[in-house]
């Protein structure tokens, strides 16, 4: 193929509905671009986009699809891996792989899938991870302070038994300590990887925690007194700005395709009130032995060596 005629290779998860799905039909739209994404069943796509089967929820239905992914590509690169799908389960929900469900989906699940196709990434490609301002502490009102992860054991969120409604802040706790994991590889450096954590902020309109038979339906559209009250409060607390799906999915296309610059040494980027920022991430997200521990016992929990990972770079 001629090199002017090569396409960006696009691969994501949760590009077909709330934010991602708007994110989708932006990255589609950009020319050269081919975009495949992880869904489950059938799933309504924009033109040119393609969908191979991924459920998140099982660890080998992640492999399938990092294998399919590399099939489907060929000789060709992926320029953009955006991991944004993410789930809150009813606590005590299980995986296939018996972990807890959330912590399963938004964390082991993209964590083992970026580690899979890692190795077929471009030079100078981009690695998106999806996060939220709930994991910080920091920005919580005390009312709703203690949902925010305070410390970190991942064997206690694997375990099903002991799911709470702290389930999903912690899983997005995991995923910028994840996003700081992979940019300090060797590996990312080396081919000039971007690594970059996107929190969204509060987004109407989503089909977060859903049943599956729900997200089949449009998701409803957010209440005018709802809608009245939150621009009221977000006066004196930026969390509660009610954004919209088509704005946020519009930023994280943005740092995706790199139309917009991220300052030097930061990771994390914030939706705030519409515009993108770049704040510290909350204290324990840049904690150096939190990120290095969940680092190993996720490589344990999905079964990868880190050594042979290693050898691949030496």
């Known amino acids: 193929m001629n090199p002017a005629e090569q396409k960006r290779v696009v691969v994501m998860t949760g590009g077909t509905a709330g934010l991602g799905a708007h ?10 671009a081919r975009v495949i994404i992880g869904a489950r069943g059938s799933r309504t796509v924009p033109h040119g986009a393609e969908v191979l089967p991924l459920d998140l929820a099982s660890l080998d239905s992640v492999r399938c699809f990092a294998d399919a992914v590399t099939r489907q590509i060929g000789d060709a690169r992926i320029d953009i891996l955006v991991l944004n799908a993410a789930a809150q389960h009813r606590s005590g929900t299980q995986s296939a792989d018996r972990f807890e469900a959330t ?16 190795p077929r990434m471009a030079e100078g490609a981009r690695l998106v ?21 305070q410390a970190l054991e991942p064997r206690q969120l694997a ?7 702290r389930a999903y802040p912690a899983s997005k ?29 509060l987004t109407l309109g989503t089909k977060l925690g859903r049943t599956d038979s729900d997200r089949q339906r449009p998701a409803n559209k957010p209440n005018p007194f709802v809608l009245a009250l939150l621009g009221l409060v977000s006066r004196f607390n930026d969390l509660f700005y009610p954004g919209t799906p088509e704005r946020a999915g519009e930023a994280l296309a943005e740092l995706a395709l790199g139309t917009v610059p991220v300052p030097t ?7 705030v009130k519409g515009e993108l920022t770049f704040p510290d991430p909350s204290k324990l997200a840049r904690n150096d032995e939190a990120r290095d ?8 929990m999905v079964g990868i060596d880190l050594r042979e990972q290693e050898d691949r770079v030496n």
Not at 265 to 271: M, N, P, Q, T
Not at 293 to 300: D, K
């Open 23 to 32: 994110a989708t039909q932006y990255i589609a739209a950009q020319p050269g």
């Open 103 to 118: 912590f399963a989906v938004n964390h082991l699940a993209h964590y083992l899938l970026a580690h899979l196709l890692l």
């Open 129 to 149: 991870f999806t996060t939220s301002d709930t994991h910080d502490p920091a920005v919580l009102p005390p009312l709703i302070r203690r949902m925010a992860p």
């Open 159 to 165: 375990d099903p038994t002991a799911g709470s409604f």
């Open 173 to 201: 706790l995991c995923n910028i300590l994840t996003a700081r994991a992979f940019a300090e590889l060797d590996e990312v450096r080396a081919r000039h990887i971007r690594v970059i954590a996107y929190n969204p902020g």
């Open 265 to 271: 040494g930061r990771i994390y980027a914030s939706l």
């Open 293 to 300: 521990t969940l680092w190993r016992e996720s490589a344990a």
